[in-house]
């Protein structure tokens, strides 16, 4: 190519190309710059352990419902062990029925383990942790999930 | 006195009617039609119209002006929006109370919340029913492509409106119906579950996160949906809206068929010719807009003045709108549940009656019901008019030849198809009632519906290939749509009851 050819991109275009670039990418960062702001870097909310009172007030073979706190705690022979009552579907909460839980909103159905048995629910209901506070209160953390089928022995 | 004094009595005596003058540039009610003309563009809030509108854009069977009432209905939430907002306290502490105030202590106020919701409501209704307009007229054909995607736009942002509304109450109502939403917005995570992705790639929590606030609906979230309540989405929206009617007016008005050199239009009760060539006609800016063929050298003559023809048929329309929603709002007053309770769900907690069809599919799943199936639907509207791009049969109620039998067939055909899958879903349940153990996935894949959304797509497979034609599969698709739409609504409405479990009308439901 000799140096009297024209040449591929003229010296114009390529000043308005890169300008343009600059001034799109710049525009762009600002935007998700902006867009960072409404994503909360906390999470605001009320803290989910929960003192449910001394483990002997409950007796063994016995439920008791905590609707403020949207869970039912258990305690069978092998110990203690709690169950969300909020819907894995669209997060109502569930009614203890005769057999195990029913969703109002949506028609979900499930267990008394709180196994999916009907409805569209995605999963079962999570089992939370149950532990012991210093003060000797059975405590449950509502942001921690375990395993189904695990117990708490007090 | 001096000269000056009697300059400035003469001037304090005319006062009033220079006021007038200064205002009205063109004096009195305008005689001349170049006074009408003057009338249109001198003003800013007709000036969007142009001088001369096509008779036939004025026959009220055309589009029974509900465009202009989704607009009349989207003046009156502006106005009692306002209202309501010097009474509101978007606080989840004084919401509930600031509403009760406004429903029983503030004067007038009960009405003029009705009012909000009835005109909200009608504005969800006319919006839809425009769509259907447009689309049954073949009115989004080129050069409207553009225009009917500001539409799919004002469509989306009309439903935004009236969901971030619905918490603003902040009674049960509000609160579970939010809920659910925002569980809505989070479902992308049940595929993402069941492709064991969550802990990576997480779009559902985000879009959440970002509606919320928080993980809950509290105080973060009120404040989220008022913002974008009462500012962020109106200000979209009118700015749509004008773009909307700009287009409108830069795409030759409404759409209508060519005119036949020499054939006759209907007017005023008297039938006349439509086409005499003026050659001396001359032509200013304000008739320059896009069409098929220049205006030059063709007479003006089947059109008729904008004032005051079009003027007084937009006024009617309004004014009908206004007198619709006063009568709505006289007998049937806003609900208002109990204070939000995040403990006792309500039951059933019902959607208002435009979202019901989508929580009929979402108690299908989550996922494919809540997001995958209207972004389907909303991307496929939207595609419309760039794959359906033979013109022809604009601006005419069915237009294309052969498009009455297809609409028809296909309202049996989404009929029989859509209470068919209801009558199964009822009676025998779905995959995990036969299958308890089967995987999540198949359950997002197949339920009834994405199967309804398949039923429907072949049908307009199935009527491309028999007709040979785009459009009547479109009409095919368009139309399967709207019936599914309409059955799953009603039936969502009549027939669901508490816990979700079908009943035959309302008053079978428990006491609880």
């Known amino acids: 190519m000799s140096r009297l050819d024209p040449p591929v991109l003229k010296r114009r275009s390529f000043l308005t190309l890169a300008s343009l670039s600059a001034f799109f990418t710049a525009l762009g960062t600002a935007a998700a710059g902006m867009l960072r702001l409404p994503n909360p870097a906390v999470l605001p909310g009320p803290v989910r352990r929960f003192k449910l009172g001394p483990p002997e007030q409950f007796s063994v073979g016995t439920e008791t419902a905590f609707s403020d706190q949207n869970l039912v705690l258990f305690r069978d022979e092998e110990g203690f062990y709690a169950i969300s009552s909020t819907c894995t579907h669209l997060g109502c909460t569930v009614a203890r029925t005769q057999d195990g839980f029913a969703c109002p909103c949506h028609g979900s159905k499930f267990d008394a383990k709180g196994h999916v048995v009907g409805g569209p629910a995605p999963r079962a209901l999570p089992w939370l942790e149950v532990g012991l506070a210093a003060n000797g209160d059975l405590i449950v953390n509502a942001d921690n999930e375990v395993q189904d089928g695990t117990r708490y022995r007090a | ?512």
């Open chain 2, 1 to 512: 006195m001096e000269k000056a004094t009697h300059e400035f009595l003469a001037n304090l005596k005319s006062l009033p009617v220079n006021i007038k003058n200064a205002w009205f540039r063109t004096g009195n009610a305008p005689e001349s039609e170049r006074e009408e003309s003057q009338a249109t563009f001198n003003n800013l809030f007709l000036h969007i119209h142009s001088v001369r509108v096509h008779v036939r854009t004025l026959k009220p069977t055309l589009t029974f002006g509900l465009g202009m009432m989704a607009a009349s209905n989207f003046l009156l939430t502006v106005i009692t929006g306002v209202l309501l907002m010097v009474y509101y306290k978007p606080s989840t502490d004084l919401a509930y109370q600031s509403i009760k105030d406004i429903h029983f202590t503030v004067s007038t106020g009960l009405f003029i919340r009705n009012i909000h919701r009835w005109s909200a409501q009608l504005m969800v209704l006319t919006v839809i029913l425009h769509m259907a307009r447009v689309f049954f007229t073949a009115s989004y054909k080129r050069s409207r492509e553009f225009n009917w995607l500001i539409g799919m736009g004002l469509l989306i942002l009309t439903m935004a409106l009236s969901f971030t509304g619905y918490l603003l109450p902040w009674d049960q109502l509000a609160y579970w119906a939010i809920t659910i939403g925002s569980n809505i917005a989070n479902s992308p995570r049940e595929l993402t579950d069941a492709l064991g992705l969550t802990h990576f790639f997480d779009p559902g929590g985000l879009q959440k996160r970002l509606l919320l606030g928080a993980n809950y609906v509290g105080q973060d979230a009120l404040t989220r949906f008022y913002v974008l309540h009462i500012f962020v989405l109106p200000v979209l929206l009118v700015i749509l809206l004008g773009v909307h009617f700009w287009r409108i007016r830069k795409d030759g008005g409404l759409a209508r068929p060519e005119d036949e050199p020499g054939g006759l239009a209907e007017w005023g009760g008297e039938r006349r010719e439509v086409f005499q060539p003026l050659a001396t006609k001359t032509y200013g800016l304000m008739a320059l807009v896009r069409g098929k063929k220049p205006a030059v050298n063709r007479g003006p003559e089947n059109t008729v003045m904008s004032w005051p023809h079009l003027f007084w048929a937009e006024l009617a329309v309004f004014m009908l709108t206004v007198a619709a929603t006063m009568v709505l709002s006289f007998y049937s007053n806003a609900p208002l549940k109990e204070m939000a309770n995040a403990a006792i769900p309500e039951n059933p907690a019902k959607a208002p009656w435009y979202f019901l069809g989508i929580q009929e599919l979402v108690s299908y799943s989550a996922f494919t019901g809540g997001l995958l199936i209207p972004v389907i639907v909303i991307v496929g509207l939207g595609l419309i008019p760039f794959l359906d791009r033979q013109l022809g049969g604009e601006g005419v109620w069915f237009g294309t030849r052969g498009e009455k039998p297809v609409f028809w067939q296909s309202l049996i055909f989404a009929t029989v198809a859509t209470v068919g899958m209801l009558v199964l879903t009822v009676n025998f349940g779905w995959l995990r009632n036969w299958f308890p153990t089967i995987h999540q996935l198949w359950i997002i894949a197949i339920n009834p519906g994405s199967l309804l959304v398949l039923i429907f797509a072949l049908w307009s497979i199935s009527i491309l290939r028999r007709k040979n034609s785009i459009r009547l599969s479109a009409v095919a698709l368009f139309t399967c749509y709207l019936v599914g739409f309409a059955l799953l609504t009603y039936f969502a409405t009549v027939h669901r009851g508490p816990n979700w479990h079908f009943y035959w009308w309302p008053s079978q439901w428990p006491v609880h």
